[in-house]
């Protein structure tokens, strides 16, 4: 199994353009996340999903749009990328039923936006 | 509104001292999880433990232990004998019943010197 994957890697944007970060699982995560993590902040909830076909806002979800199409398939979009979004973003996924299964999380992208 | 503190920004120690990094919660929920998470350089999350809000025993697994206090709001962690190989990035996190979105601590950069 390979788990939780992200695409791309690294990546870097000019100011105004646009990208989409997938996230890949193949645990059968019914729940997936995407996270920011910038410096002295931790991790920071941008959208989530609780099942195929949903999604819903989290702490900082401006700027940024996602689609769950497929159950093991949720994607960030920016539609017109600035320098703040500058992180590097984490997808995670979780079992479906009580609010204490642990996150599993992808290894990252590390977005630059110039 | 909840929230989770972890007050130490950088600890710096010597290989086989012992460690503890503090956290604080903060929640109105009379039933919570907490999460242990670990960001070694290579930069991946690794779930390290959870705790619910029932059970206030305290955990050890090798080297590590954790002391879960309701009364205080703390879920601090011990590195016994610390190594270098437990240089990293510690978060600690709170499960939220919408969603299970965890919410994380800022983080403590544990740097462990030969």
């Known amino acids: 199994n390979a788990g939780v994957t992200q695409t791309p890697k690294f990546r870097v944007l000019k100011t105004g353009q646009s990208m989409t970060l997938l996230c890949a699982q193949d645990?059968?995560?019914?729940?997936m996340y995407w996270y920011r993590q910038d410096p002295g902040m931790g991790l920071r909830l941008i959208h989530y999903s609780v099942g195929e076909g949903t999604t819903a806002k989290g702490e900082v979800p401006d700027g940024y749009n996602v689609s769950r199409l497929k159950k093991q398939n949720f994607l960030l979009g920016l539609e017109s990328a600035a320098p703040s979004q500058t992180s590097v973003y984490f997808c995670?996924?979780?079992?479906?039923?009580?609010?204490?299964?642990?996150?599993?999380f992808g290894p990252g992208t590390r977005l630059t936006v110039l | 509104a909840q929230k989770v503190t972890q007050a130490q920004t950088e600890i710096s120690v010597v290989e086989k001292e012992d460690v503890t990094l503090d956290c604080v919660y903060e929640?109105?929920?009379?039933?919570?999880?907490l999460f242990w998470y670990k960001q070694p350089p290579s930069g991946e999350l690794v779930f390290l433990i959870r705790r619910n809000s029932f059970d206030e025993q305290n955990e050890i697994s090798g080297r590590y232990s954790w002391n879960f206090q309701k009364s205080t709001s703390s879920f601090n962690f011990t590195i016994t004998a610390s190594q270098v190989v437990d240089s990293a990035v510690y978060f600690c996190?709170?499960?939220?019943?919408?969603?299970?979105?965890?919410?994380f601590g800022q983080g403590t950069e544990l740097s462990v010197k030969p």
């Open positions: 929640t109105r929920d009379t039933t919570y999880y």
């Open positions: 996190a709170l499960s939220d019943r919408q969603g299970g979105k965890l919410i």
């Open positions: 995670a996924g979780r079992q479906a039923g009580g609010f204490y299964n642990e996150q599993f």
């Open positions: 645990m059968n995560h019914e729940y």
